[in-house]
Nanobody, 116 residues
Framework: HVQLVESGGGSVQAGGSLRLSCAAS????????MGWLRQAPGKEREGVAA???????SYADSVKGRFTISRDNVKNTAYLQMNSLKSEDTAVYYC???????????WGQGTQVTVS
């Protein structure tokens, strides 16, 4: 069965960096797009970044130039490198299989990122 497991969240001061990882299993990872989404307290879940099976990427305007999504098709893992973090980046971050066009069908459990 499909499993997505995030790691790498934590607390960091504004201006700092974190790298999130999403380990995937139970399907042919290289054939699917992957995305990162986040949900802040009291707010709707929003898309952060996505990466196609061929490595093409897209980002929300709010994170362009600060966040980088990547994938390793040997390790079946997606990454989100977050630099120049701001307090408004505080949220639970989720990885998911899919993209903005077709939607997301499997989700990880989420990892908390707190920027103070």
């Amino acid at each position: 069965h499909v499993q997505l497991v995030e790691s790498g969240g934590g607390s960091v001061q504004a201006g700092g960096s974190l790298r999130l990882s999403c380990a995937a299993s139970g399907y042919t990872y290289s054939s699917y797009c992957m995305g990162w989404l986040r949900q802040a307290p009291g707010k709707e879940r929003e898309g952060v970044a996505a990466i196609d099976s061929d490595g093409s990427t897209s980002y929300a305007d709010s994170v362009k130039g600060r966040f980088t999504i990547s994938r390793d098709n040997v390790k079946n893992t997606a990454y989100l490198q977050m630099n120049s973090l701001k307090s408004e980046d505080t949220a639970v971050y989720y990885c998911a299989r899919g993209d903005w066009n077709v939607g997301f069908d499997y989700w990880g459990q989420g990892t908390q990122v707190t920027v103070s």
